[in-house]
């Protein structure tokens, strides 16, 4: 008898069996044969498949070789957002939580604020209830999938007023419901009613009031004596005539003319109804139209009493200025015509005669048509007092004439002038004081033209350029042709100065007679 100790250690899947009669060991795998006995059977080992176990097929280890990633051959990294990899077991977690068919979530509110209170979601799936408070009514539409709101048991907001929750009665500043006694007032107000128009509910004559006594109160109208009233209703107008008056009244002017008719014809009281000429028989004159106007005294007021009778012109340019003329028929006898003179009629050839002007009489003003003796003292204030149309006596007292320029250029006041040798009646500038025969009066006159100039009393003098006057002193002729000097020497002279004068400047002398 063998005796023999072994020590076989057994591994995972290995099953051993000692037979100690045959001196045998056998040993035995026994998950493997988990795996043989497939859908091939116990004699070949069939390709796993996506529902039975089996050995991997060329095709699948190519696959798989596909997926092994950065890792190489020894080993399957995990996949991460850039590369490649096996799932780990918490991305396998998560994605089992996600479910079937699965999509991008949309845009939710996860708060909804309610007045200054935040309403927050506390899960992916938390509802937000909707209740109908005190007098709300909600109405949920799963179908259209809406909810419809609406107040029930109390009117409107827009409705409620100042009552709150309650219907107001209604003010004349705040919205609210209406009381009865509001809606007998409004029962009473005719269909299309408007706002009152303006109307006079009192009438005034002369101090007297006459105010209406109801809502439809009426004013009579009525015809007093020569008022005549005719109402039209259908116009809505009433036409107020003066009765008797009317025909006096229609007499004021004219509608026609006449030439031939004799004015003391012509009575009817007002005026008369056509034009007359001034020439015609009886009337006051000229051979223009006039308006004929007759003022009657008596019961009759027919044309057969006492008459004044007035010519009033026509309005045409020819008649106005003739005037008004005036005239009376007393029993029955007519008298002559009188002008009525106004500012338009009194001119030239007017024929006006007054007897005094003003209380003076004609012979008291000075005539201009005839010889007169001049008494009394005259005073003169006009520059220019006497003036003829070769002479005038100036207004600072100098006697000038007339003659005409001939010093070759426009004339300058206050130079010394000489009487022209080549021309009539002429003056030419002098620089000599023993021929000069006075000094021109006026500047601007043009070489040709007749220019005043002052022969005797007081005259204007223009000094030379280098000299001066003082009062008092002689004048002599200037070197300067026109200009004149002053000096001392009394035999030269041809004046005095009157005025002291700076250089080159023009002052008053007097023209001494005995130059001449």
Same mark, same amino acid.
């Given at each position: 008898?063998?005796t023999?100790?072994?020590?076989?250690?057994?591994?995972?899947?290995?099953?051993?069996?000692?037979?100690?009669?045959?001196?045998?060991?056998?040993?035995?795998?026994?998950?493997?044969?988990?795996?043989?006995?497939?859908?091939?059977g116990v004699?070949?080992?069939p390709?796993?498949?996506?529902?039975?176990?089996?050995?991997?097929?060329?095709?699948?280890?190519?696959?798989?070789?596909?997926? +092994?990633?950065?890792?190489?051959?020894?080993?399957h /990294?995990?996949?991460?957002?850039?590369?490649?990899?096996?799932?780990?077991?918490?991305?396998?977690?998560?994605?089992?939580?996600?479910?079937? #068919?699965?999509?991008?979530n949309?845009?939710?509110?996860? +708060?909804?604020?309610?007045?200054?209170?935040?309403?927050? %979601?506390?899960?992916?799936?938390?509802?937000?209830?909707?209740?109908? !408070?005190?007098?709300?009514?909600?109405?949920p539409? %799963?179908?259209?999938?809406?909810?419809?709101?609406?107040?029930?048991?109390?009117?409107?907001?827009?409705?409620v007023g100042?009552?709150?929750?309650?219907?107001?009665?209604?003010?004349?500043?705040?919205? #609210?419901?209406?009381?009865? %006694?509001?809606?007998?007032?409004?029962?009473?107000?005719?269909?299309?009613?408007?706002?009152? *128009?303006?109307?006079?509910? &009192?009438?005034?004559?002369?101090?007297?009031?006459?105010a209406?006594?109801?809502?439809?109160?009426?004013?009579?109208?009525?015809?007093?004596? &020569?008022?005549v009233?005719?109402?039209?209703?259908?116009n809505?107008?009433?036409?107020?005539?003066? !009765?008797?008056?009317? %025909?006096?009244?229609?007499?004021?002017?004219?509608?026609a003319?006449?030439?031939?008719?004799?004015?003391?014809?012509?009575?009817? /009281?007002?005026?008369?109804?056509?034009?007359?000429?001034?020439?015609?028989?009886?009337?006051?004159?000229?051979? *223009?139209w006039?308006?004929?106007?007759?003022?009657?005294?008596?019961?009759?007021?027919? !044309?057969?009493? &006492?008459?004044?009778?007035?010519?009033? =012109?026509?309005?045409?340019?020819g008649?106005?200025?003739l005037?008004?003329?005036i005239?009376?028929?007393?029993?029955?006898?007519?008298?002559?015509?009188?002008?009525?003179w106004t500012?338009g009629?009194?001119?030239?050839?007017?024929?006006?005669?007054?007897?005094?002007?003003? #209380?003076?009489?004609?012979?008291?003003?000075?005539?201009?048509?005839?010889?007169?003796?001049?008494?009394?003292?005259?005073?003169?204030?006009?520059?220019?007092?006497?003036?003829?149309?070769?002479?005038?006596?100036? *207004?600072?007292?100098?006697?000038?004439?007339?003659?005409?320029?001939?010093? #070759?250029?426009?004339?300058?006041k206050?130079?010394?002038?000489?009487?022209?040798?080549?021309?009539?009646?002429?003056?030419?500038?002098?620089?000599?004081t023993?021929?000069?025969?006075?000094?021109?009066?006026? &500047?601007g006159?043009?070489?040709?033209?007749?220019?005043?100039?002052?022969?005797? !009393?007081?005259? =204007?003098?223009?000094?030379?350029?280098t000299?001066?006057?003082?009062?008092?002193?002689?004048?002599?002729?200037?070197?300067? =042709?026109?200009?004149?000097?002053?000096?001392?020497?009394?035999?030269?002279?041809?004046?005095?100065?009157?005025?002291?004068?700076?250089?080159?400047?023009?002052?008053?002398?007097?023209?001494?007679?005995?130059?001449?």
């Open positions: 008898m063998i023999f100790r072994a020590q076989i250690a057994q591994a995972n899947g290995l099953t051993v069996t000692v037979n100690l009669d045959q001196s045998t060991v056998f040993l035995s795998l026994d998950r493997w044969a988990d795996h043989l006995d497939g859908a091939g004699d070949q080992h390709v796993a498949t996506t529902s039975d176990p089996g050995l991997m097929s060329a095709a699948d280890k190519t696959a798989l070789d596909d997926h +092994i990633g950065a890792g190489g051959t020894d080993q /990294p995990a996949v991460t957002d850039s590369v490649a990899g096996f799932m780990i077991s918490a991305q396998k977690t998560k994605l089992d939580a996600i479910e079937p #068919g699965a999509e991008v949309q845009y939710t509110f996860s +708060i909804v604020k309610v007045g200054a209170v935040n309403i927050v %979601a506390d899960s992916k799936t938390d509802t937000l209830e909707l209740i109908a !408070g005190a007098n709300i009514l909600l109405t539409d %799963a179908t259209n999938d809406r909810i419809t709101v609406a107040v029930t048991g109390v009117a409107p907001s827009s409705h100042s009552g709150g929750s309650e219907h107001a009665v209604v003010t004349t500043t705040i919205n #609210g419901f209406m009381l009865a %006694a509001d809606k007998v007032k409004l029962n009473g107000i005719a269909d299309g009613a408007e706002v009152n *128009q303006n109307t006079f509910s &009192n009438v005034k004559v002369g101090s007297s009031i006459i209406a006594d109801s809502k439809t109160d009426q004013l009579e109208i009525a015809a007093g004596s &020569n008022i009233l005719t109402a039209d209703t259908d809505d107008k009433i036409t107020f005539s003066l !009765g008797e008056l009317v %025909a006096l009244l229609d007499r004021f002017g004219a509608s003319s006449s030439s031939t008719e004799d004015w003391n014809d012509c009575t009817r /009281p007002g005026t008369y109804t056509k034009l007359l000429y001034g020439d015609n028989t009886n009337g006051p004159g000229g051979h *223009q006039f308006h004929v106007f007759n003022l009657e005294y008596g019961a009759a007021r027919d !044309g057969s009493g &006492n008459i004044t009778q007035l010519a009033i =012109p026509y309005s045409s340019t008649a106005i200025p005037g008004i003329s005239r009376g028929r007393y029993n029955g006898t007519w008298g002559s015509w009188s002008k009525i500012a009629n009194d001119g030239s050839g007017s024929g006006l005669d007054a007897d005094l002007l003003d #209380g003076s009489e004609a012979t008291d003003f000075v005539s201009v048509a005839s010889d007169q003796t001049i008494t009394g003292a005259k005073t003169f204030t006009n520059s220019n007092p006497i003036t003829g149309a070769k002479f005038k006596i100036t *207004q600072e007292g100098g006697y000038a004439i007339k003659l005409t320029n001939k010093t #070759g250029t426009a004339s300058v206050g130079t010394l002038v000489d009487i022209s040798s080549t021309v009539d009646s002429a003056f030419v500038l002098s620089s000599d023993n021929s000069a025969i006075g000094t021109v009066y006026e &500047n006159i043009a070489d040709g033209s007749e220019c005043w100039v002052v022969v005797a !009393g007081i005259a =204007p003098f223009l000094l030379a350029a000299e001066t006057a003082t009062r008092g002193q002689y004048i002599n002729a200037s070197v300067t =042709p026109g200009r004149v000097r002053t000096d001392v020497d009394y035999r030269v002279q041809f004046g005095i100065a009157l005025e002291n004068a700076t250089a080159g400047s023009l002052f008053l002398g007097l023209i001494k007679p005995s130059t001449y």
